[in-house]
Structures are given as C-alpha cells and as structure tokens.
T-cell receptor, first 111, second 111 residues
Framework: KAGVTQTPRYLIKTRGQQVTLSCSPI?????VSWYQQTPGQGLQFLFE???????NKGNFPGRFSGRQFSNSRSEMNVSTLELGDSALYLC??????????FGQGTRLTVV | QQPVQSPQAVILREGEDAVINCSSS?????VHWYRQKHGEAPVFLMI?????EQKGHDKISASFNEKKQQSSLYLTASQLSYSGTYFC????????????FGKGTKLSVIP
C-alpha cells in the first residue's frame, strides 16, 4: 500500500510570491490534514479536509488556503510569502478520527 | 490548547529505560504518539483511546489516564534506533478532527 506522497520535496521561493503544495493520501483515506513544522513552534495544525470539505482550520492567516479534490488529493496554497513561512509542511491522511499517517513533507524556504 | 510534554530532552545509554509524559488541560478522546528522526516525517507509534488501555509493541508501550488527561510513553531497554524526537498528539473528540501536538521530547541513545 503506497504511503502519503507530497510534492515537491523542496522549494525555494522569493518573498511576495505564492506557492502550491500537493498531497496524495493513502488510498481509501478521505481525511487530509496539513501541518506546519518549525523549530520554534513545533507542529502546528493548518487545516483538515474530509470529502472535499474543509472541516477545521487552525490559527493561520488567510494567506494559507487549501482544497481537496474528489479523489482525496489535497493542495495547500500560500500567497504573498513571508520569510516566516519558511518551514516543513507536512500532510497527514487518515480514515477519519483515527491514526494519521504523515508524508515526507515539503521543505519551503522563502528568501 | 497544546499538550505539555516532559522531559524536553533526555539522554540514555543503550539498554536504559525512559518515560515520556504528555499532559493536557482538556478532556481527551485519544492520544497519538509519533517519533520523528532528523529530516524525516513523523512515524506513527501507537494510538490510545478513552478507556485507559495500555498498548505496546516490542519494547515500547504507552498508557492513558483518562481522569488526569495524561499519557505516558515507556521505552524499555532502549536501542540506538530509538533516538529521535517523540511527539504526542491529542484529539479532544469534540467538533472536527484535529490533532494538537506537544513540542516534543528529544531522545538521544548513546552506546
């Protein structure tokens, strides 16, 4: 069974640009959650999607958005990038309120 | 609210035991434990649901005290491969699904 796949693995962007990250969950998993991981703040919840609906959102500005497609694949978008957005962005998939399996993450560097 | 993990860091010699604690101020539905090695994704270890059942596999086990909203991860006869940062993630069971993670416990096992 294939795991959670995130693309790209690494990204370097300039301040002010926007970026789109992709996550393909484990087959059959309909819940996809996104997390931002930084050394200072740890793992912080961004949002969760289930069957194409955003069910929950963390305390992040509106520049952070996401969506989920009918095949459960999810994307997150960050607009008007700031230096502080540099982080490891992790996606996790689960059946529903159960074990969450993480992808390898996308390392975003904003310069 | 973010669960509190203790200790923040611990150094063990191979073969020694360790306990990592996770405490929440909110009523919990489940506690999830993960281990993350440097540069890698968090790897699921185990999930504990309301009921206080102790779970484990190999030399790693965990307990969940529902009344105290506390969970403990027990590592017995530690191996070099146990090194990494351990996170607990909590789900209150209320509202939409969201795992809230502690800041992590860095475990180093030395020969």
């Amino acid at each position: 069974k294939a795991g959670v796949t995130q693309t790209p693995r690494y990204l370097i962007k300039t301040r002010g640009q926007q970026v789109t990250l992709s996550c393909s969950p484990i087959s059959g998993h309909r819940s996809v959650s996104w997390y931002q991981q930084t050394p200072g703040q740890g793992l912080q919840f961004l949002f969760e999607y289930f069957s194409e609906t955003q069910r929950n959102k963390g305390n992040f500005p509106g520049r952070f958005s996401g969506r989920q497609f009918s095949n459960s694949r999810s994307e997150m978008n960050v607009s008007t990038l700031e230096l502080g957005d540099s982080a490891l962005y992790l996606c996790a998939s689960s059946l529903d309120r159960s074990v969450a399996f993480f992808g390898q993450g996308t390392r975003l560097t904003v310069v | 609210q973010q669960p509190v993990q203790s200790p923040q860091a611990v150094i063990l010699r191979e073969g020694e035991d360790a306990v990592i604690n996770c405490s929440s101020s909110k009523a919990l539905y489940s506690v999830h434990w993960y281990r993350q090695k440097h540069g890698e994704a968090p790897v699921f270890l185990m999930i504990l649901l309301k009921g206080g059942e102790q779970k484990g596999h190999d030399k790693i086990s965990a307990s969940f005290n529902e009344k105290k909203q506390q969970s403990s991860l027990y590592l017995t006869a530690s191996q070099l491969s146990y090194s990494g940062t351990y996170f607990c993630g909590t789900d209150s069971g209320a509202g939409s699904y969201q795992l809230t993670f502690g800041k992590g416990t860095k475990l180093s096992v030395i020969p």
